[in-house]
Every structure is written in structure tokens, then in C-alpha cells.
């Protein structure tokens, strides 16, 4: 098992920037494929970034722009999220989570184990 925690949310102003981590805690870090799912209110959960085991490949909606960054440090058990020109549209909970497969899934029902959540909400 791996256990998940979310930091870095919080409130800022549209264009701003945000640095999301997840740390981890159990089992090999290293063999977890990794995403991180936002939800907004009243929304479904949605996919915003994924990353392999090893660093690679990586796998973004093509709805953010370019927007969303995600990268892993695997010695310090941890996953980020880089956020840039934030709209309020990301407005939500950003959920990490963590895979047992090889191959990077973006729906959430594959994923076995969630972090409780950092919200972010960005002003006008």
C-alpha cells in the first residue's frame, strides 16, 4: 500500500502560479505510475496530468494548454504539479493518485489509492 498527501493549494489571482507536491509514504514509490485529477463543484473528477514510473512518459488533456507540468522525484518519494497562468477555471480539489500498473490510465477508476486533496482556487 502507499499513502498520499497533497500540499501547496491555496488562493491566488488568475495568472498567477501554483506548485502542487504529493508525498508518499509505504511501498516502492518508484513502481507507481502517478496522476494527479481535479475536481471542480458540481463537476466530475477530471484528469489534468500523468507520469510513469521512471519519469516518462508524461500525458496531459489536451484542454490545458500547455498549462500543467507534472514531474516526480522518486528519491524523495514525491510527485508535483507546476500550474502557470492559472484561470479561475482551475478552481477545485487537486486529488494525486497512485497506479500499480505499468502504463499511465487517465480515469480515475483505475487508480488505487487517492490523497485527501489540496484545494486551489484562483480570482478574477
Known amino acids: 500500500q502507499v499513502q498520499l498527501g497533497e500540499s501547496g493549494g491555496g488562493l491566488v489571482q488568475a495568472g498567477g502560479s501554483l506548485r502542487l507536491s504529493c508525498a508518499a509514504s509505504?511501498?516502492?514509490?518508484?513502481?507507481?505510475?502517478m496522476a494527479w485529477f481535479r475536481q471542480a463543484p458540481g463537476k466530475e473528477r477530471e484528469f489534468v496530468a500523468g507520469?510513469?514510473?521512471?519519469?516518462?512518459?508524461?500525458f496531459y488533456p489536451d484542454s490545458l494548454e500547455g498549462r500543467f507540468t507534472v514531474s516526480r522525484d522518486n528519491a524523495k518519494n514525491t510527485v508535483y504539479l507546476q500550474i502557470n497562468s492559472l484561470k479561475p477555471e482551475d478552481t477545485g480539489v487537486y486529488y494525486c493518485?497512485?497506479?500499480?500498473?505499468?502504463?499511465?490510465?487517465?480515469?480515475?477508476?483505475?487508480?488505487?489509492?487517492w490523497g485527501q486533496g489540496t484545494q486551489v482556487t484562483v480570482s478574477s
Open positions: 493518485a497512485a497506479d500499480s500498473a505499468t502504463v499511465v490510465h487517465m480515469v480515475s477508476p483505475y487508480y488505487d489509492y
Open positions: 509505504g511501498r516502492a514509490f518508484s513502481t507507481y505510475t
Open positions: 507520469i510513469g514510473q521512471s519519469g516518462a512518459p508524461t
